[in-house]
């Protein structure tokens, strides 16, 4: 990991600084994060990212003072596993608002349902013994065509589509009122 931060540097003086910052301070700022965090791969996570944080601003880092530069590290860290936990706990709200809706929308009337599939089948049932001259426009329509689109593929005029769709849908409604699926 270390051959990815120094890469992201620019002079030997910057590198040199993040070197010794790396190799002194990582195991506690780790220890800092995973007491925070709870978990080794996220304190893991939150030390990158404190890292990535400091390489932005490594030639203002004071690093001759150990003791104060050992906290002011820790603190980042601290303050980046803090950032992690917020961040984890709004995920989980919002989860749970999601899974909350989707239990009111379970709450569906089973026989609208139903019925809702016996009105889609007989309505299969008479598209599928429709003429070919109404059923064809109708199929396009669905599909999304325009009017004369249709026309189009149809040679015929969009006038002649229109009655053509009416037709359907008139034997469409029909067969569902003889069926009592008003």
């Known amino acids: 990991m270390l051959a990815l931060y120094i890469s992201l540097l620019d002079t030997e003086e910057q590198i040199s600084k993040f070197e010794h910052i790396y ?5 506690i700022m780790f220890y800092t994060a995973k007491g925070v965090l ?18 932005r601003i490594i030639d203002s880092i004071r690093a001759n003072n150990e003791k104060e530069l050992s906290q002011f590290l820790r603190v ?9 936990v917020r961040k984890c706990t709004r995920q989980k709200k919002s989860d749970t608002e999601i899974e909350d809706l989707d239990l009111s929308k379970s709450d569906v009337n ?12 007989n309505m299969l049932l008479l598209v599928q013994s ?12 669905v599909q999304g065509y325009k ?18 769709l009416h037709r359907a849908r008139k034997i469409i409604l029909t067969g569902l009122e003889e069926n009592g699926n008003e």
């Open 23 to 27: 190799k002194k301070y990582r195991g």
């Open 38 to 55: 709870q978990d080794s791969y996220l304190a893991e996570d939150a030390v990158h990212e404190t890292f990535l944080d400091r390489i």
């Open 147 to 164: 009017v004369s689109e249709i026309a189009d593929f149809l040679n015929i005029s969009p006038g002649n589509v229109k009655v053509r």
């Open 110 to 121: 089973v026989e609208t349902i139903v019925l809702d599939k016996i009105d889609y089948e």
């Open 76 to 84: 980042l860290t601290h303050h980046k596993a803090v950032d992690m």
């Open 130 to 141: 429709m003429d070919e001259k109404c059923k064809t426009p109708l199929l396009l329509k």
